[in-house]
């Protein structure tokens, strides 16, 4: 499989994060053209993949995770401004025929991301 | 979170004296004025809260050791977006040189970290496809209490990063 995918978790609670907005843009330029609002599911994945195979080009992409607003839909009160945010994910596709997977870990003070599969 | 933010003042504060040793690893001179000041020279007592600053140590977790040189800017959120206030190239093992922002100059608000990854791997010549995975890394983070010390460490490497607030 190629394209692109994602995948939300909650490291403070070991579990999928559920309901987190991801905003995924492409760079165009020197800007990034938003392409689509996804929310993570209940497995804290996408419904759909990200980008499809045959959508996929060789180029710069972003994924915004808003951290801040699914830690306070989970009923945690977070600093003003949070540390955690929004956290933007900027990578490349270098080669159409492989899958890039790009899980975002996080929690209010900490996030991760890496290349998975 | 105001139960746990109280927490870690009262961490911050009861390990004050020991985080002025240990938060500038790698700079044993600093460490061993601050000594031979006896740290007296700024006293910190109990529940005194230490000046507030801003730190940073990216770790290269592909070589094990950030032997190169990292470059980073420092953006501020200004009316909605991001613009660069500073420009940095880390020091010994991936660090900041001391306090990016410190006391007066260090403010609160929306800051963003923009490391140059593909540049910093590009120099060692590590082998990497192009474009390469990961190239400009950003690092968004919101200070809310500037009187507090914030320390950015990042875990880095060609296919991913963590970052978090450290200590």
Known sequence: MAGITTHVLNTVTGKPGVGMRIDFSIQEGDGWRLVKSVRSNADGRTDDMILKPEDTKIGLYELLFHVDDYFRSQGMALADPPFIEKVPVRFAVFDTKQHYHVPMLATAWSCATYRGS | ?167
């Open chain 2, 1 to 167: 979170m105001p139960i746990l933010q109280t927490d870690r003042r009262a961490f911050l504060a009861g390990s004050a004296a020991l985080s002025a040793l240990v938060a500038l690893p790698g700079r044993a001179a600093d460490s061993s004025t601050l000594m031979a000041q006896g740290v007296a020279a700024q006293p910190m007592a109990a529940g005194a809260t230490p000046p507030g600053r801003l730190t940073f140590h990216g770790i290269d977790i592909y070589h094990g050791s950030t032997i190169g040189t990292l470059k980073v800017d420092i953006a501020m959120q200004d009316a909605g977006s991001y613009r660069v206030v500073k420009t940095f190239n880390t020091a010994g093992n991936g660090r900041s040189d001391g306090a990016l922002f410190e006391g007066d100059t260090f403010k609160p608000g929306r800051y963003e970290l923009t490391m140059y990854v593909g540049d910093y791997y590009a120099a060692l010549g590590t082998k990497l496809p192009s474009p390469t995975f990961i190239s400009r890394v950003p690092l968004r983070f919101g200070i809310a209490d500037a009187r507090e010390r914030y320390h950015i460490a990042v875990l880095f490497g060609p296919w991913s990063y963590a970052y978090y607030r450290g200590s």
